[in-house]
């Protein structure tokens, strides 16, 4: 199944940039250039061929794990997918560990408080941060840490003036695992405002949906007993009542997660942070196809590996489905 | 003479009932502040050439970068100061508003149009026509839309048209899904079988039944899909897409914003302000109708 909607984003994508008009060789060719030159760069691209062949030449290729050569910045395709995807994914990442902690927190205190008049007040600004998207949230973050108050960095992934010898593209995690923490706190401060723009709505959304399966889990028969047993109202909370109703909050978190993904292109562009949705800007605007295909098929890619991780996720948190 | 009156009679009833919804809208809260709202900015859009204080494209660069009045070196006239090419940032968020409500407007509708069609079709066909139409929506979101929009319009070009067609080329999913479910829904219950059992032609259930039914669903949506499709252009005129530049529009003075926060961070401040503004006013909008317009939640 998953393969099948790859292969669909794949030839909807390859087709989609072949039929439209705009000339990627026109693009890139100086103005003295002559018809011979263009036509011998045109052959080197592949791009005199039809658009039959181009597309079996391009699987083949694909298939071998060869990505072809970006246009625009004369790389490896797969290469730069390398060195730019680690980005996203540690962007991502932490964006959805925020969400969750914000998501789940802020439902458990609005279950805790359900009596009190805090309990309309967190519905409310619920309610607005279900409102606002990413995109504006970005630019209010930049507004505020970057001038009201300027304490975070407004760019980048990293301080360039900093020593980075890294092994890996995963920078967050090599400078924890190496216990590097000057080069750790720079790229946590780097990180804060592009994770928040992505976590706010994700947390938005986990938190309708979670308080409302954490209140009907209250009135819940085991809920009941173990408050007969004596434990206090955070403990039927956490131990009780979360346990049943995260699985369903965590079903759609999956599908929220890839909007946040998606998010990742205008957010990192904001933030001028080096990941694959910057760098996929930049493709369509260079109409650069063969990067566009590969960063697409990474996008396409990504989805897919979200939805199975969170179907095994929900089996993980629900015991019926684990051992049925 | 009397079974003329008793079918007047019915005939005032129904006509009272049909516009009863209108009544109950404008008495929910939500619409009417979001509502509100929306209105008076379509107003400003409108009269932007009678109340724009400057003309939005006048450049001074004695004037570059003055602050909004209250802060160190304001200039009188320019009520939210001026950017850096000295056009005044008041007259020209004024103007934005136009592509941006023209877009908000044109998109969802469009969106609303083809979506609506083919979950009217899914959700009454069923069968392969529901089959090939939900495998269609499947694979059409698993694109992120904001790269698909922006690959769209860089494919197509810039401009307004091209703007208004990737939103709607992008969105119809989301009409499609809620619609076809709401016919199919719709399509069970007992009224249907009656208008089929009294021999009405599908096309007449469908257009005179069942879509009334389903319309208070999707002018709650339509609502909701503006307030994405200002984004969506302000994203667009913020990547560089949208429009040619000498049109002001509220992304690409946030893009302007972006890049000279640190002379003047109004530049940046007043268009968000107000796009921040005008999502809220949708989403207010579309939450208000949805609840005023479901017979259910309005119990």
Redesign the interface.
């Known amino acids: 199944m998953a393969a099948i909607t790859l292969t669909g984003v794949g030839v909807a994508i390859f087709v989609l940039l072949r039929v439209v008009p705009g000339d990627p060789i026109a693009m890139m060719i100086s103005p003295g250039a002559s018809p011979a030159d263009i036509a011998a760069l045109r052959a080197h691209y592949g791009l005199d061929a039809g658009i039959g062949q181009q597309f079996v030449v391009w699987a083949r290729d694909l298939l071998r794990g060869d990505f072809g050569v970006s246009i625009s910045l004369h790389r490896s395709v797969l290469e730069l997918l390398a060195e730019r995807l680690p980005a996203t994914l540690e962007l991502a990442g932490a964006a959805f560990v925020v969400a969750l902690l914000l998501g789940v927190s802020v439902s458990v205190v609005a279950v805790l408080a359900s009596d009190s008049k805090v309990a309309p007040l967190i519905d409310t600004v619920n309610g607005l941060f279900l409102a606002v998207p990413d995109f504006i949230w970005a630019l209010l973050l930049v507004l505020t840490f970057g001038v009201f108050a300027p304490v975070l960095p407004l760019s980048g992934r990293i301080d360039p003036s900093l020593d980075t010898h890294f092994t890996t593209p995963f920078y967050l995690l090599e400078s924890l695992l190496t216990l590097r923490v000057a080069l750790f706190s720079d790229i946590c401060k780097h990180m804060i405002m592009p994770t928040l723009a992505l976590a706010l709505p994700l947390a938005a959304v986990l938190t309708r949906v979670l308080k409302e399966s954490l209140r009907e889990a209250m009135v819940q028969d085991y809920v009941l007993l173990a408050r007969l047993k004596g434990k206090s109202r955070l403990r039927l909370v956490l131990q009780e009542a979360l346990r049943n109703a995260i699985a369903p909050a965590l079903a759609l978190t999956g599908v929220q997660f890839t909007f946040l993904i998606g998010g990742t292109v205008i957010v990192e562009r904001i933030f001028s942070y080096p990941g694959i949705g910057n760098l996929a800007i930049d493709a369509v605007i260079n109409r650069d196809l063969p990067l566009i295909q590969g960063l697409t098929l990474a996008f396409g890619a990504l989805f897919i590996l979200v939805n199975i991780a969170v179907d095994l996720l929900v089996v993980a948190a629900n015991p019926r489905l684990r051992h049925g | 003479m009397v079974e003329g009156a008793l079918t007047q009679r019915t005939d005032v009833s129904a006509t009272r009932r049909r516009w009863d919804w209108i009544g109950v809208c404008v008495a929910d809260p939500k619409v009417a502040v979001g509502g509100g709202f929306i209105l008076c900015l379509c107003l400003v859009a409108l009269a932007a050439p009678l109340i724009a204080p400057h003309d939005p494209l006048e450049q001074d660069i004695m004037l570059g970068l003055t602050p909004p009045p209250g802060f160190a070196g304001a200039e009188p006239g320019h009520w939210l100061g001026t950017d850096d090419l000295g056009r005044d940032v008041l007259s020209r968020v004024l103007y934005g508003s136009r592509v941006a409500l023209t877009v908000a407007f044109a998109a969802s509708a469009l969106a609303a149009v083809i979506g609506s069609t083919l979950g009217l079709a899914a959700g009454w066909r069923r069968g392969w026509v529901d089959a090939a139409i939900s495998r269609l929506v499947?694979?059409w979101m698993?694109?992120?839309?904001?790269?698909l929009s922006?690959?769209l319009v860089?494919?197509?070009?810039p401009g307004v048209g091209s703007v208004i067609a990737a939103i709607a080329i992008i969105d119809w999913t989301r009409f499609c899904r809620v619609v076809r479910a709401e016919t199919m829904n719709q399509a069970s219950a007992d009224y249907v079988t009656a208008a089929r059992a009294v021999g009405f032609a599908p096309g007449r259930i469908l257009m005179r039944e069942i879509f009334p039914n389903v319309a208070p669903v999707l002018i709650a949506l339509i609502s909701l899909e503006m307030?994405i499709a200002v984004?969506v252009e302000?994203?667009l005129s913020?990547?560089?897409?949208s429009v040619s530049s000498d049109t002001p529009t509220w992304g690409g003075m946030?893009a302007e914003g972006?890049q000279a926060?640190?002379e003047g961070?109004w530049i940046?401040?007043a268009p968000?302000t107000l796009?921040?503004l005008t999502?809220?006013a949708f989403?207010?909008l579309g939450?208000g109708l949805r609840r005023a317009l479901d017979p259910v939640m309005r119990r």
């Open positions: 499947e694979i698993a694109f992120p839309p904001v790269l922006i690959l860089a494919v197509v070009g307030g984004i302000a994203i913020f990547v560089g897409l946030i972006r926060l640190h961070w940046l401040a968000l796009l921040l999502v809220l989403n207010l939450e």
